[in-house]
């Protein structure tokens, strides 16, 4: 029974990890940009969204699919720098083994 406390007491430590960084990732910024930096958004760790940058000569422009696919690009790439920036703190914690479910 030793061992199973001992691998009970790990997984706790380990959950008790997991959740700390969850709960920093979550609080952390993300920039992406498209377009040369014509549409900029800001995301955070809870990828919700907390800003958008429209560089005004877009917006001249009249392009309007342009703007479309620019602001579609931006936030896809800031989604998956941060999920990016999770998996790898996530791996650092787990030693690389992968946890189903936890991202």
Same mark, same amino acid.
């Given at each position: 029974?030793?061992?199973?406390?001992?691998?009970?007491?790990?997984?706790?430590?380990?959950?008790? !990890?997991? *959740?700390?960084?969850?709960?920093?990732?979550?609080?952390?910024?993300?920039?992406?940009?498209?377009?040369?930096?014509?549409? !900029?958004?800001?995301?955070?760790?809870?990828?919700?969204?907390?800003?958008?940058?429209?560089?005004? *000569?877009?917006?001249?422009?009249?392009? %309007?699919?342009?703007?479309?696919?620019?602001?579609? %690009?931006?936030?896809?790439?800031?989604?998956?720098?941060?999920? *990016?920036?999770?998996?790898?703190?996530?791996?650092?914690?787990?030693?690389?083994?992968?946890?189903?479910?936890?991202?």
């Amino acid at each position: 029974m030793k061992n199973m406390n001992d691998l009970l007491r790990q997984a706790q430590v380990m959950q008790n !990890k997991i *959740a700390k960084l969850q709960q920093e990732m979550a609080e952390k910024d993300v920039e992406a940009s498209a377009g040369g930096g014509m549409v !900029k958004v800001v995301m955070n760790g809870r990828q919700e969204m907390k800003s958008i940058t429209i560089d005004k *000569a877009i917006m001249e422009s009249g392009d %309007t699919e342009m703007l479309q696919d620019l602001v579609i %690009t931006a936030v896809n790439e800031a989604v998956r720098i941060g999920r *990016a920036n999770l998996e790898r703190e996530m791996a650092n914690i787990s030693g690389g083994i992968h946890l189903p479910g936890m991202f």
